[in-house]
Structure formats: C-alpha cells, structure tokens
C-alpha cells in the first residue's frame, strides 16, 4: 500500500551537476515512501532549503559552490538541525570518510553504486542506522589520520586553486602574515615542497 504523504521520507538532494541531480530526483521518485521536496546546487542553497523545508535527510555531493558537502554537514551539526547527511560522492577516500563521519554524516556512499540500494540507504539512515560503503570502511582504520586543522585546510584549499596570499587573507578575514603561517604550517605537516604540492598531496588524500 502507497505510503501517505505525511508518511513519507522527506529527502532534499544537493549536487551542482544538473544531470546528475534530475537523475537522483527521478530515480527516488519512484519509490512510495520517499518524496524529494526540494533540490539545491549549491552548499548555500542547500542550507537554506533545508531550513524552508525541513527534511528528513540530505543527500549531497562534496564539491559544490559555495560550501562543500562536508562543510554543509558540519554547519548541520553545529545548528543542530534535525536532519540526517548521505554523502553521494565520487571520491572513494577514506580521508573525505572520516571527514565526513567527523561532520556528523550517516552514510557514505560512492555514485557507481547500484542504483536500487540508494533508496535502501535512505530507509536505513532514517531509521538512525550507518550506511558507509564497505570498503571504504575498512579503509579507514588503517588511513594515517588527517593532520591539518580546518584553518589550515581552508587556506591551503584556496592556495592549491591559485589564490595569492593577499586574496586569501581578503576572502578569510584574516592578516596576509596569518596566511603566510597557516600554509607554512600545512606544507610542513604535508612534507611538501610548497602550497602546490601540499594542496596536490592533500586533495589526494581526501584532506582537502
């Protein structure tokens, strides 16, 4: 028997490749007893339709304008805004898992997964269980932890795609010497050369 609106999972998808997200939106469609109530592409859309909409869970991609989909589950937590993260990513790192599990994700899961099991994911999840794809999960526990704070990812982040230490003093609010520790820091813990490699080295990583 079809599930009752009211009883539905109410789920807000968020992923900045338009394709990918109408394919997320039609494939939960069909399901009775899920309904997607709203779709964003960006971190801050998200944010903001999560508020207007009040979900039940949230499925989002890592990389998006504005706010990734870590940072997107970290703001979530720090709200505490009732809603449960399913990362749907590309990138099979356990670095981004731990990240995300950091953040206060309850699924992690990879886009070349079958499709019927994202539904199955979304039940469980909202039933309070963990959905971690499995081998990442064993991953995890043998990945050197990650060494950078998030000031220092930040920086580095905005170093690695060509930001001079002016601009990224500018867009962080912070003193252009502030940087220049922040990234001295990173490199060093990356055992880097300089910004370029450590950034390299921690987007290879899942730190970044």
């Known amino acids: 028997m079809p599930a009752s609106k009211r009883d539905k999972i109410r ?5 900045d490749q ?4 109408g394919a997320l939106a039609a494939l939960l469609e069909m399901e009775d007893d899920i309904e997607v109530v709203a779709r964003a592409r960006t971190g801050d859309e998200a944010l903001n339709l999560i508020q207007q909409h009040r979900p039940s869970i949230l499925i989002t991609d890592i990389e ?4 990734t989909g870590l ?7 720090r709200r505490s805004l009732p ?3 399913i990362i749907l990513t590309t990138f099979a790192r356990a670095g981004y898992l731990r990240r995300a599990l950091d953040a206060g994700a309850s699924g992690y899961l990879l886009k070349d997964m079958p499709a019927e099991q994202l539904a199955d994911a979304v039940r469980r999840v909202h039933r309070g269980l963990r959905v971690i794809d499995p081998q990442l999960a064993a991953e995890a526990w043998t990945e050197e932890p990650d060494p950078l704070t998030e000031r220092e990812r930040q920086v580095l982040r905005l170093a690695g795609e060509g930001m001079a230490s002016s601009d990224i003093a500018t867009e962080l609010n912070l003193s252009e010497g502030t940087v220049r520790n922040y990234l001295s820091e990173a490199i060093t813990k990356m055992g880097a050369a300089n910004r370029v490699e450590a950034a390299r080295l921690a ?3 899942g730190w970044l």
Do not use: D, I, Q
């Open 18 to 21: 338009t394709m990918v997200l």
């Open 83 to 85: 809603v449960r993260v």
């Open 11 to 15: 789920v807000l998808l968020a992923e």
């Open 71 to 77: 940072e997107l589950a970290g703001e979530l937590k």
């Open 203 to 205: 987007r290879a990583k």
């Open 64 to 67: 998006m304008p504005t706010m």
